[in-house]
């Protein structure tokens, strides 16, 4: 899960893995990100992310760790998709990301109208410099549902969860909603699209929440190689703009 991305990009890849492979296999990826906007500073703010993501895909559970490289030009502190107003260095800052540990459990599988369904749960590690603006310095914690039905070529996707964001001195974070919704087309065989949105709600005491539409291209280029481009527009002035990237999943 690239943090700054909506976990709808990942679906297709989701969907397609137990197609190609049984329980018991690992996957490495890889996705290069831009990331652009005002973010409610009204001045823009550039963060080039390069996420590695390691997971084990065992029988109807998953776990994942994913390691952050991160670049970030303009003024502002950097957390998960938010740009949160603070007192920080501005210009180019490199460095470590917030290192992300998640899993789910599969508790039903999709049946007719019947949706598969997976509770899940991710983990924040705050690895991330607070004082060069890569992170807020502090834990955070998600819990939620995740929901994919199987109607022919689509997958319509619903999740909805809870962050409970850590209390960094200073910058008056608080709890936020989060809920995605929208589907994948397997329109060729190997080959999906996905479109959908995202809210997250205000984790900043006067910002406002971030809503973001995304689209992406998912292709198998072996059984067990998949590429992904996916591109995302923001809606809200506490949303980046726009943001883009290219990846790559790996099966072994």
Do not use: C
């Amino acid at each position: 899960m690239n943090p700054m991305l909506p976990a709808l990009a990942g679906l297709a890849g989701l969907i397609a893995a137990p197609a190609y492979a049984g329980p018991g296999f690992f996957t490495i990826g890889v996705e290069p990100s831009v990331f652009a906007g005002g973010f409610g500073y009204g001045s823009n703010l550039h963060v080039y992310e390069l996420p590695l993501t390691l997971r084990y895909h065992g029988d109807g559970w998953r776990v994942s760790l994913e390691v952050p490289g991160l670049v970030v030009s303009g003024a502002g502190v950097v957390t998960d998709g938010a740009a949160i107003r603070a007192t920080t260095q501005s210009g180019a800052r490199v460095g470590l990301g917030d290192i992300w540990l998640s899993g789910d459990v599969t508790v039903a599988r999709a049946d007719g109208l019947l949706p598969e369904l997976a509770p899940y749960v991710k983990l924040k590690m705050p690895t991330a410099s607070r004082a060069q603006g890569l992170g807020t310095g502090a834990p955070d914690e998600e819990i939620g549902l995740r929901a994919i039905w199987e109607a022919g070529k689509l997958y319509p996707f619903l999740r909805a969860g809870y962050r409970f964001v850590g209390g960094a001195q200073g910058l008056q974070l608080h709890n936020a909603p989060v809920v995605e919704a929208g589907l994948s087309y397997r329109f060729l065989p190997g080959q999906y699209i996905s479109l959908g949105v995202s809210h997250r709600g205000e984790i900043q005491t006067g910002a406002g929440p971030s809503e973001l539409a995304l689209a992406a291209y998912t292709v198998q280029l072996t059984p067990r190689l998949d590429v992904q481009l996916y591109a995302l527009r923001g809606f809200t002035p506490d949303s980046p703009a726009y943001g883009f990237g290219l990846g790559a999943t790996a099966r072994f």
